[in-house]
Antibody, heavy 122, light 107 residues
Framework: EVQLLESGGGLVQPGGSLRLSCAASGFAFSSYAITWVRQAPGKGLEWVSDVSGSGDITKYADSVKGRFTTSRDNSKSTVFLQMNSLRAEDTAVYYC???????????????WGQGTLVTVSS | DVQMTQSPSTLSASVGDRVTITCRASQSVNTWLAWYQQRPGKAPKLLIYKASSLESGVPSRFSGSGSGTEFTLTISNLQPDDFATYYCQQYNSYSYTFGQGTKLEIK
């Protein structure tokens, strides 16, 4: 059974940093790209970032480019989202999702984790 | 970025009804479109990919159609579990973008 479990969310002050983790199981982890999607309270879904199966290619939304970094440790079946210079508008539930291919190509999200809440507030 | 616009934003229907949700893209996305269902407090769930392909395990009362800039999600014989929010998403080009969502409510 495919499972994705996010962790690391919490309350952080504006300008602070947080590192989210997405631990995966039930599939050949390094064979699939992973995506981060966020959802602000009461709002819709926003794509944030992709990382390829090998970890050598990453993509970012303009809203987080230069502040967020996605990486992965295939030996631990885990993806990370390092979030720096956090702003109030980054407050959201962050989901990781599995893609259907290793490359970050035209591809949808077939399994999602349950999400972790990040709150940026003083 | 490609803008995705769903209509209606809210839809009221009864168990057993057939409903249709429309998703329009600001430019062609070919058939690189997915539909997701999200229940309150839960993660999104994939329903349809490549505009009309039904994800394994999803009931056949869900169907998708369209190409280019106009797409529809149709749900036949609505069941109580179907009352949720539905999102379309284009994956033709970065940044992948979602529609604003359609909330399907019980009438």
């Amino acid at each position: 059974e495919v499972q994705l479990l996010e962790s690391g969310g919490g309350l952080v002050q504006p300008g602070g940093s947080l590192r989210l983790s997405c631990a995966a199981s039930g599939f050949a982890f390094s064979s699939y790209a992973i995506t981060w999607v966020r959802q602000a309270p009461g709002k819709g879904l926003e794509w944030v970032s992709d990382v390829s199966g090998s970890g050598d290619i990453t993509k970012y939304a303009d809203s987080v480019k230069g502040r967020f970094t996605t990486s992965r440790d295939n030996s631990k079946s885990t993806v990370f989202l390092q979030m720096n210079s956090l702003r109030a508008e980054d407050t959201a539930v962050y989901y990781c999702a599995k893609r259907t291919a290793a490359a970050v190509v035209r591809d949808y999200f077939d399994y999602w984790g349950q999400g972790t809440l990040v709150t940026v507030s003083s | 970025d490609v803008q995705m616009t769903q209509s209606p934003s809210t839809l009221s229907a009864s168990v057993g009804d057939r409903v249709t949700i429309t998703c329009r893209a600001s430019q062609s996305v070919n058939t690189w479109l997915a539909w997701y269902q999200q229940r309150p407090g839960k993660a999104p769930k994939l329903l349809i990919y490549k505009a009309s392909s039904l994800e394994s395990g999803v009931p056949s009362r869900f169907s998708g159609s369209g190409s280019g800039t106009e797409f529809t999600l149709t749900i036949s014989n609505l069941q109580p579990d179907d009352f949720a929010t539905y999102y379309c998403q284009q994956y033709n080009s970065y940044s992948y973008t979602f529609g604003q969502g359609t909330k399907l409510e019980i009438k």
